[in-house]
């Protein structure tokens, strides 16, 4: 059975099937609309185009080409808004890297985790490149994707010593502090409320509640939702709590328990929203994804 994600997820692949690494060079005519979201693994993301928004967490950073994210684990982030001219495609480079694989980088040198730990220590993710580092990274990682698409003998070696320079490049960049870009302090009311959705996820949430906690409008809400994602702020909210319970079910949380945590207040209506948005129950996802026998009892 072929793997299903939400229909507003599809907008572009943000999850890992490898248990190591993945890279990824896209380009698309038009912004893809993505919705915020986090990873269990680090992403290295290359901006190969001008003028991107790119939300991390509540901060917002102005993107050119040439630039660098680091993403540790677990930060909610999405790309929002990009300058639509035709010359300005939305071209990126992508790479992920499982926790337990960067670990072996480590055993090499334990200094390239500097890397992460500079970001999170100038809270900052956004790293400003020089035209001549910014080109370096460049080759190394079209230099990965040739590897990795042509295979051949030893290239599993080959491709870990491409992803052992890329480190250690990025990892010299992060010592100066100079390198990092400060995120414009991020006044707008949308990415306001997308941050608060995700923290409070779990809790109860209502268009009436966001309405009183940001002293605005339910209408003005709603507009903004719709001009920015295309859906209702209940849409939003459901999406995110339907996704939280499919990587529940996953690591073997029980489907009752799941919709509880996520804030679904009966079964029957988990149920009949899992079913609508995945064309499986609960049940059938736990078998076939992992949730095991205590899952399947669940229906």
Known sequence: MAKRKPDIFLAEKQYMDSPDYEIYNYSDAVLPRVFPHRHDYYEIYFCRCDRLEYVIGKQVYHLNRGDLILLPPGYMHYPSKIDAKPENQYTRMVLWCAVDFFERFLAIDPDLDRMWKSVIEHSSYHIRLSAVASQTLDNLCRHLLDVKRQGGFASRAREFSILLELFAQICQITQSAGHFERSAASTDMFNNIVYYIHVHLTDTLSLEELSEHFFVSKGYISRIFRENMGISV??????????????????????????????????????????????????????????????????
């Open 234 to 299: 209940h849409q939003y909210i459901l999406a995110l709590r339907l996704s939280g319970c499919q990587e529940a079910l996953k690591k073997g949380v029980p489907a009752a328990e799941a919709a509880e945590i996520y804030g679904f207040g009966d079964y029957s209506s988990f149920y009949r929203a899992f079913k609508n948005a995945y064309q499986i129950s609960p049940r059938e996802y736990a078998a076939a994804f992992g949730g095991g026998q205590e899952n399947a009892a669940q229906g």
